[in-house]
């Protein structure tokens, strides 16, 4: 398979998801739409270029990469003038057994590229790929050998292991935590950059890592962070999407109650400081690790509608191309620890540290 890499330009918030597209005037129109709101909702032309995208099953609100992705496709609806529902639109699954259904529903619809949110989704596009060879499909996070499918990965270790710089430097306890989803490669890839980047300033950091199996259980995410911060850990960094909004939940009871807790928590995928707002004072989210979906999805859907669809591809986003980097810390980082992070972030860009992608 062809491998090229794209300039992506990170904003401050990016954004983990996928959209799955396709064009089909054979199929038979399908408008129902699992969040649809139709009433108000008006037709578009035949000409418009249509988006459209699934979401993997930590749903379009996670705060992390599926609504990232539906942002850049909000974005490309708002710039092309197209109505939401109509023109953009996307569909939730609720489980792995609603990716083929909710990928033909859109098919059906007539939508020109249909996103794929998610390592998790890739036989399901493969599948759908193979039924469907005129459609336009993007998969998130995973690869698929199809010529009417573009491959969009990211080299989460890269900035994940800035993550890890900046976590060991600010620690107290030498005691830092992960929290990942499901024991994919993709998360794994966060896992062996955090450890390698808080190693690299710390080599006698104790680093607890644990896999929940799950991305939609914010309650067990809760829970896996009060074991390790009552464990002497000060701060975790989470890869597991909306599981991991219960690692906020916990870090912000612990600060407000008590306002001297030394607890934080490093968001991932988009820029995760308002989930990290104890009050208008108090905020215990570090930094977070940027990925960025949202811009993908915004080029991948620009070339398809310009009839440049790079179809067949994986385009890889790492920190040389500003694929993923951290967010800004509004000041909870100091001067000197930023100073380090930046140190290696050039150092990985020119190719000087390279980063594995899996714990040795």
Not at 195 to 208: L, M, W, Y
């Amino acid at each position: 398979m062809k491998k090229r890499k794209l300039g992506l330009l990170i904003t401050s918030v990016v954004a983990t998801g996928a959209i799955l597209a396709a064009c089909g005037s054979d199929k038979e129109k399908d408008t129902s739409n699992n969040n649809a709101d139709s009433d108000s909702k008006s037709e578009t032309t035949g000409d418009e270029f249509k988006v459209a995208m699934v979401t993997d099953v930590g749903g379009v609100d996670d705060k992390s990469f599926n609504q990232s992705a539906w942002e850049g496709i909000k974005d490309f609806g708002a710039s092309n003038n197209l109505t939401e529902k109509q023109g953009y639109d996307y569909l939730q699954s609720e489980s792995d057994a609603d990716y083929n259904s909710n990928l033909n529903k859109l098919l059906r619809r007539d939508f020109d590229l249909v996103f794929g949110v998610g390592f998790l989704m890739g036989d399901a596009i493969e599948e759908i790929a193979n039924e469907n060879p005129n459609a336009q499909l993007a998969l998130i996070d995973a690869e698929v050998d199809a010529p009417n499918v573009v491959n969009l990965l990211f080299k989460e270790q890269e900035g994940a292991f800035l993550a890890g710089v900046a976590a060991a430097k600010m620690s107290k306890s030498g005691k830092l935590g992960f929290v990942g989803g499901n024991s994919i490669p993709v998360i794994n890839r966060f896992e062996a950059g955090f450890f390698e980047g808080a190693r690299a300033v710390n080599p006698d950091i104790e680093i607890k890592s644990i896999y929940t199996e799950k991305f939609d259980d914010a309650g067990l995410g809760k829970s896996t962070a009060n074991g390790m911060y009552s464990s002497g850990v000060d701060i975790i960094f989470h890869a597991a999407g909306q599981t991991g909004n219960g690692v906020f939940s916990e870090a912000k009871e612990r600060k407000a109650k008590d306002p001297n807790a030394n607890v934080w928590v490093i968001g991932v995928d988009a820029d995760q400081y308002e989930e990290g707002r104890v009050d208008d004072k108090t905020n215990i989210t570090l930094t977070s690790m940027l990925k960025g979906v949202h811009k993908a999805v915004v080029e991948v859907s620009n070339d398809a509608k310009d009839g440049k669809f790079p179809g067949g591809q994986t385009l890889v986003y790492g920190l040389a191309e500003d694929g993923v980097g951290l967010a800004d810390s509004r000041g909870a980082i100091p001067q000197d620890v930023l100073d380090v992070v930046e140190e290696y972030k050039q150092k990985i860009a020119s190719g000087e540290i390279k980063v594995s992608e899996s714990l040795k």
